[in-house]
Protein backbone atom coordinates (compact mmCIF):
# COMPACT_ATOMS: atom_id res chain seq x y z
CA UNK A 1 0.00 0.00 0.00
CA UNK A 2 1.44 3.36 -0.67
CA UNK A 3 -0.45 6.81 0.40
CA UNK A 4 0.55 9.86 -0.97
CA UNK A 5 1.54 12.67 1.16
CA UNK A 6 1.10 16.69 0.08
CA UNK A 7 3.01 18.90 2.61
CA UNK A 8 3.90 22.54 2.79
CA UNK A 9 7.57 23.21 2.95
CA UNK A 10 8.00 26.78 4.22
CA UNK A 11 11.84 28.14 3.26
CA UNK A 12 12.99 31.47 4.23
CA UNK A 13 15.50 33.94 2.99
CA UNK A 14 17.18 37.40 3.57
CA UNK A 15 18.51 39.12 0.96
CA UNK A 16 19.35 37.91 -2.32
CA UNK A 17 17.72 33.74 -3.03
CA UNK A 18 20.07 31.23 -2.50
CA UNK A 19 21.91 30.13 -5.70
CA UNK A 20 22.34 26.39 -4.37
CA UNK A 21 18.24 26.02 -4.46
CA UNK A 22 18.01 23.44 -7.04
CA UNK A 23 15.49 23.68 -8.55
CA UNK A 24 14.38 26.84 -8.32
CA UNK A 25 10.21 26.35 -7.37
CA UNK A 26 7.65 27.31 -9.73
CA UNK A 27 5.01 28.63 -7.36
CA UNK A 28 5.96 30.94 -4.40
CA UNK A 29 4.83 33.71 -2.27
CA UNK A 30 7.28 36.48 -1.61
CA UNK A 31 7.67 39.64 1.12
CA UNK A 32 10.06 42.67 -0.09
CA UNK A 33 10.68 44.90 3.20
CA UNK A 34 9.80 48.39 1.29
CA UNK A 35 11.06 50.68 4.51
CA UNK A 36 13.95 51.54 6.37
CA UNK A 37 11.96 52.00 9.53
CA UNK A 38 11.51 49.06 11.78
CA UNK A 39 8.24 46.93 11.36
CA UNK A 40 6.23 47.08 14.46
CA UNK A 41 4.62 43.57 16.07
CA UNK A 42 0.93 44.24 15.48
CA UNK A 43 -1.20 43.41 18.58
CA UNK A 44 -3.92 41.62 16.52
CA UNK A 45 -4.55 39.98 13.34
CA UNK A 46 -7.04 42.66 11.83
CA UNK A 47 -3.95 45.61 12.90
CA UNK A 48 -1.49 42.89 10.68
CA UNK A 49 -4.38 43.54 8.30
CA UNK A 50 -4.13 47.21 8.37
CA UNK A 51 -0.56 48.08 8.83
CA UNK A 52 1.39 45.50 6.69
CA UNK A 53 0.96 46.45 3.80
CA UNK A 54 2.54 49.95 4.58
CA UNK A 55 6.04 47.53 5.20
CA UNK A 56 5.55 44.95 2.58
CA UNK A 57 5.09 44.25 -1.12
CA UNK A 58 3.48 40.60 -1.28
CA UNK A 59 3.17 38.76 -4.47
CA UNK A 60 2.75 35.33 -5.68
CA UNK A 61 4.55 33.33 -9.02
CA UNK A 62 2.39 30.59 -9.80
CA UNK A 63 4.10 30.08 -13.06
CA UNK A 64 7.61 29.56 -14.79
CA UNK A 65 9.39 32.46 -13.27
CA UNK A 66 11.67 33.64 -16.62
CA UNK A 67 8.03 33.78 -18.78
CA UNK A 68 6.42 35.95 -15.32
CA UNK A 69 9.64 38.55 -15.65
CA UNK A 70 9.80 38.83 -19.23
CA UNK A 71 6.01 40.54 -18.99
CA UNK A 72 7.11 42.37 -16.40
CA UNK A 73 10.01 43.45 -18.00
CA UNK A 74 7.49 44.31 -21.19
CA UNK A 75 5.03 46.70 -18.72
CA UNK A 76 7.30 47.91 -17.93
CA UNK A 77 8.91 49.27 -20.46
CA UNK A 78 5.35 50.01 -21.99
CA UNK A 79 4.95 52.18 -18.66
CA UNK A 80 8.27 53.93 -19.47
CA UNK A 81 7.41 55.12 -23.14
CA UNK A 82 3.63 56.45 -22.33
CA UNK A 83 2.28 59.38 -20.99
CA UNK A 84 2.46 59.32 -16.80
CA UNK A 85 -1.28 59.06 -17.00
CA UNK A 86 -1.75 55.93 -18.61
CA UNK A 87 0.88 54.01 -16.39
CA UNK A 88 -0.03 50.51 -16.40
CA UNK A 89 -0.76 48.33 -12.87
CA UNK A 90 -0.08 44.80 -12.38
Same mark, same amino acid.
Given at each position: #? +??? !?? $? ?11 ? @?????? =? ?5 ? $????? #? !?? %??? &????? @?? =? #????? @????? +??? &?? =? %?? =???? +?????? $? &? #? ?5 ? +??
Amino acid at each position: #M +TQK !VK $RTILKACVGDFPA @DVDPVP =EHFVYFI $RITDN #M !VP %MPN &SAAEA @DD =E #MPAYF @DIGVV +TGH &SL =E %ML =EQLL +TQVHLS $R &S #MPAAHFI +TL
